[in-house]
């Protein structure tokens, strides 16, 4: 943690959406670690459990006394009404927050344009837009109100290059990009942060999903490259949120080693 000046990160509060696994799951972990506080939302709470154990038995071994407080709670970032009174259910002490981690984000099916599903194009532009806006605008009038605050938007490689196959994660991922943008641009009279993480190449479940429970395809894109894990990004996202009150990282492009492009990568021969 040394190089995160965890100071900055002490008694903070911070709230994870998509916590349940992957990228959001190693972020709530690692605040933990860093002496915050984490309110860890998915749409079943059930699925947070492991990861708020984590965060408990991580915050443990730190030995720090700040921090410490994890509260699950059910989210589904897409329904407008579920958010609307989402901050009702967040306990008092924890309802002052000071980082959103806008994370809940998937990629369903390859299909190309002609090709794709009503309900693919629907669910995916539901979550990774809409549901990132509709969390934002929940909290940015509160961050605004109490002028401080800090919004990491979990973008993509997808939002900065279109690739086949891809036609409508790239354009969810450019709308977070576009939507990223506007938000820094509108608070730059502010103390409030903006920040997107953008990553490559990243072995998690979200590659199963991609390929609709296909794990032998998913595996397929990881072969003959050590890809990013979970843990990498979730370093950079704590780095970005423990940076000093007048730096803001408006934008962090992380990519495997082996990996230039979405589509060049160097892959060792099997
Ligand atoms: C995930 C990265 O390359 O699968 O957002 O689009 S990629």
Known sequence: MSVFNASRLLGKTVLVTGASAGIGAATAILFAKGGSNVILC???????????????????????????????????????????????????????????????GFVLGVERIGDISEADMEAMFTVNVFGLINVTQLLIKDFKARKTGHIINIGSIAGREPYAGGAIYCATKHAVRSFTGSLMREVVDTPIRVTEIQPGMVETEFSIVRFRGDKSAADKVYQGIQPLVAEDIAEEIVWAAARPPHVNIAEVFVLPTNQATATLSYRAPQ
């Open 42 to 104: 998915a749409r079943r709470v059930d699925a947070l459990k492991t990861v708020a154990e984590a965060c408990a038995a991580a915050h443990k071994q730190s030995g720090l006394t700040e921090g410490g407080k994890f509260v699950s709670l059910p989210l589904d970032v897409s329904d407008k009404k579920q958010v609307a009174s989402f901050l009702d259910n967040v306990p008092a002490e924890l309802r002052s927050i000071d980082v959103l981690v806008n994370n809940a």
